[in-house]
């Protein structure tokens, strides 16, 4: 499905008026960034040369600032009231990785006309051989997103365990489940990858530490049938890779072993 590489965007929770986002101070340079690289793409076009490369100074210096974890999520101890900032920095994170991951994808609709299975299938196309032409620049990226997500969540559990029944609206579960949709779509992703030679071993490397280290927290929310559907792609997935990825898939498959359901989770 077009999910494959749309759903596991981690969307904003909340709709407008719920999580009012400031402008934090801590937030600026990563926002500059931000904004910068989306000015880049903007010029860029269609034209494949001109996209922000890892290889590129302004580039490198960009994609250093976007996927910075010791700058921006290690050095602060965020708390409920910090849930703006990481909401705001969380997507910005993911609206990067997307611009690479979804580049150009105008040509690659051309022909699909108004069918959804012909448009789910060539965005499909569209990201995978994206993935594999910008894996440098992406994989930081989403290697930052999934560990910013992973700060936000004991954040949200403590929004929503703070608000009265009645303020728990359909919009806000509506919220969390596409959540839940995108967080179990990123494990699928990555660990379809996994099985891809033309990624790298140091960009599969790279993701696959993330994910191993967040698992915890992303399965804690996920619906038990979800873990236990990671936990079966991951079970068969080790005997596929390279044996340094054993120890990471291990970990998963330890995190998804959880059938604990509370808090977001029960939502």
């Not at 490369?53 to 999520?73: H, I, M, N, P, Y």
């Amino acid at each position: 499905m077009a999910k494959r590489w749309t759903g596991f965007m981690l969307l904003a929770l909340f709709a407008q008026g719920q999580v009012a986002v400031a402008a934090e101070d801590e937030l600026q340079v990563y926002a500059r960034a931000s904004a910068r690289l989306a000015s880049l793409f903007e010029i860029a076009g269609q034209n494949r040369k001109l996209v922000p490369r890892v290889t590129s100074k302004e580039g490198a210096q960009l994609l250093s600032t976007l996927s910075d974890r010791r700058r921006f999520l290690d050095a602060k101890t965020y708390a409920l009231k910090d849930l703006p900032v990481a909401t705001e920095m969380c997507g910005s994170a993911t609206k990067a990785a997307m611009s690479y991951l979804l580049f150009d994808m105008q040509s690659g609709l051309a022909g699909a006309g108004k069918d959804p299975a012909k448009i789910a299938a060539a965005l499909n196309i569209v990201g995978d051989t994206n993935f594999v032409a910008f894996q440098d620049e992406i994989s930081p990226l989403l290697a930052f997103s999934y560990q910013c997500m992973a700060k936000q969540i004991p954040l949200l559990e403590q929004f929503i365990a703070g608000l009265k029944p009645e303020e728990l609206t359909d919009v806000r579960r509506a919220g969390l489940r596409q959540m839940q949709n995108g967080i179990f779509s990123a494990y699928y992703n990555f660990l379809g990858a996994f099985a891809t030679p033309s990624v790298s071993d140091s960009n599969r490397g790279r993701i696959a530490r993330v994910m191993a280290e967040v698992a915890p927290s992303y399965a804690a929310i996920l619906p038990v049938k979800g873990r236990e559907q990671i936990q079966a792609l991951a079970r068969s997935m080790q005997a596929k890779v390279p044996s340094k990825f054993a120890g990471d898939l291990a970990k998963i498959v330890t995190a998804m072993e959880n059938k604990r359901c509370d808090g977001l989770c029960r939502i």
